[in-house]
């Protein structure tokens, strides 16, 4: 399975290049990190050795600035051999650099993004609050300012890579202004004061991502390190667009398609009634099945990732990539765990893992009922048009 293919020379070396480095180095760790939620940060490390973090940084920051489609061919095949390691990779080196890049002061850029090249540097984003998941004008966080500093309060949830974190893209509410128009971004630093780090997220799958709550009590943020200033959300949103396409479906791909291709083998070698399991037509259908959808979802997921590339994306293109791909992750998960019967179920084979590494992402960056609205909301406003 190698996906639409369309690549130049540099491309397919890049996604060959992450492939062979995830194979050898990350795949046989994999099960273990997911028992122990022991997140994999040598793997980040070694992805960084090897120039694969900080891919879409320019090179006057020590990047070499390539595409958010370059970046979703190496999470995709980081995702093959490790979920856990292709979520951190693309938290660290995703929403908060692509964000310090887009919307950041000069000082910012200059501190931060060659140390997102280099792997020094690790980063996380918190939107979400107990009240405030999908509806963002109901966030409650709030910062104040205080001569130089924010004096910033609240709490957010469900933060992944918390626990590993040097650097916090944190939304909050600056200002008075009520709903979104009120939101705003700042850096925190792990070390500022009023900062803690909750206890690690005992959550289904992709249980080595370091997810933790965050609480901040009256914690002091420099005013340089205000990244959005409040009514900026809609800015900021527009730049997490490309991490709903480089990252969370990208991830969707590299897990079923390792997913489908364990189920291959094992009907191959698994015998019942003296033969093949994989002689049996309606199992070969439903392989047929789940190739035919990976198909699908990579086209949707590659031609969301150009268009931004290109500067033309539509108002819902990474929404219909992130919604397909994700649901076509949680089917071939699951159809591969049906075709291994109870080994399925066993952690001795992977195929649980697949599944429960991929079923949280019709949750995570929009759920698909959000993404489902958006998709809606631009039928009927005459925005979109098939």
């Not at 924010?150 to 040097?166: H, T």
């Not at 033969?275 to 959808?293: E, N, S, T, V």
């Not at 397909?324 to 591969?336: G, L, R």
């Not at 009927?380 to 048009?385: A, D, V």
């Amino acid at each position: 399975m190698s996906g639409p293919e369309n690549l130049n020379d540099q491309q397919q070396m890049l996604r060959d290049a992450a492939r062979q480095l995830a194979e050898s180095h990350f795949r046989d760790g994999a099960a273990r990190a997911d028992r122990e939620f022991r997140p994999p940060i040598e793997n980040i490390r070694m992805l960084a050795e090897h120039g694969f973090t900080g891919t879409f940084i320019p090179e006057e920051f020590g990047g070499p600035g390539l595409g958010v489609f370059e970046t979703t061919l190496v999470i995709e095949q980081v995702a093959r051999s490790c979920a856990n390691t292709a979520m951190l990779m693309s938290v660290t080196d995703g929403a908060t650099p692509r964000a310090i890049l887009h919307l950041g002061t000069d000082a910012q850029k200059r501190r931060y993004l060659p140390k997102f090249v280099t792997g020094e540097l690790f980063s996380a984003w918190s939107m979400s609050e107990a009240e405030a998941g999908s509806d963002l004008g109901a966030m409650k966080t709030r910062a104040v300012r205080d001569g130089e500093i924010y004096r910033l309060s609240g709490s957010k949830m469900w933060c992944s890579c918390a626990q590993l974190a040097d650097l916090f893209l944190v939304l909050t509410r600056i200002g008075d202004a009520d709903g979104i128009a009120g939101i705003g971004a700042l850096l925190v630093d792990r070390e500022a004061p009023g900062l803690t780090v909750g206890k690690h997220l005992d959550l289904l799958g992709l249980r080595a991502t370091g997810m933790a709550p965050l609480y901040f009590d009256d914690c002091r943020v420099p005013v340089e390190n205000l990244l959005v200033p409040a009514g900026g959300m809609r800015d900021l949103l527009q730049v997490f667009n490309a991490d709903r396409v480089s990252g969370n479906p990208s991830i969707c791909l590299g897990v079923a398609a390792s997913a489908l291709n364990a189920a291959a083998d094992y009907v191959a070698q698994r015998r019942q009634f003296g033969r093949p399991l994989g002689d049996f037509q309606g199992l070969r259908w439903k392989l047929a099945d789940m190739a035919i959808k990976l198909e699908a979802a990579r086209a949707l997921v590659y031609r969301a990732a150009r268009l931004i590339d290109e500067n033309c994306s539509g108002p819902v293109d990474a929404s219909i990539a992130k919604t397909f791909a994700n649901e076509t992750a949680i089917q071939i998960t699951d159809s591969a765990i049906q075709l291994a019967g109870a080994f399925g179920l066993s952690q001795e084979y992977p195929f649980e893992r697949y599944f429960r590494d991929v079923r949280g992402m019709a949750i995570g960056y929009g759920t698909t009922e959000i993404h489902r609205n958006m998709i809606g909301k631009s039928i009927m406003s005459s925005e979109l048009r098939l």
